[in-house]
């Protein structure tokens, strides 16, 4: 089973930057996607960025040129990270850090508990 702690978060002020950081436990060295969803106030929760473990990069149309998704760590333990810049008062939501095992996800999906980022104007 998949373990996942997730970091960072907060308040900024709009134009500025945070970081997000998730650490996943329990992946070894099988196929995988993790990375980070997002959900604002009275909406439905969306893609912001995934990184496969191979490296390839998925992002959301709307956070393209500002956000930036890496990725580290070794067999016992994986970490995403998202560098986001310029921020906006659009970009304000709960990040749920997400965790796809195996093709098509089809040994599950794990969903972090989620953490607030509110970006004033």
């Known amino acids: 089973q998949v373990h996942l702690v997730e970091s960072g978060g907060g308040v900024v002020q709009a134009g500025g930057s945070l970081t997000l950081s998730c650490e996943a436990y329990g992946v070894g060295d099988r196929l995988h996607v993790m990375g980070w969803y997002r959900q604002a106030p009275g909406r439905q929760r969306d893609l912001a960025a995934t990184?496969?473990?191979?490296?390839?990069?998925?992002?959301a149309d709307s956070v393209k040129g500002r956000f930036t998704i890496s990725r580290s760590g070794d067999f016992a333990q994986k970490t995403v990270a998202l560098r986001m810049n310029d921020l906006g008062p659009e970009d304000t939501g709960v990040y749920y850090c997400?965790?796809?095992?195996?093709?098509?996800?089809?040994?599950?999906?794990?969903w972090g508990p989620g953490t607030q980022v509110t970006v004033s104007s």
């Open positions: 990184i496969s473990n191979s490296g390839d990069t998925k992002y």
């Open positions: 997400y965790f796809c095992l195996g093709y098509g996800c089809f040994e599950g999906v794990t």
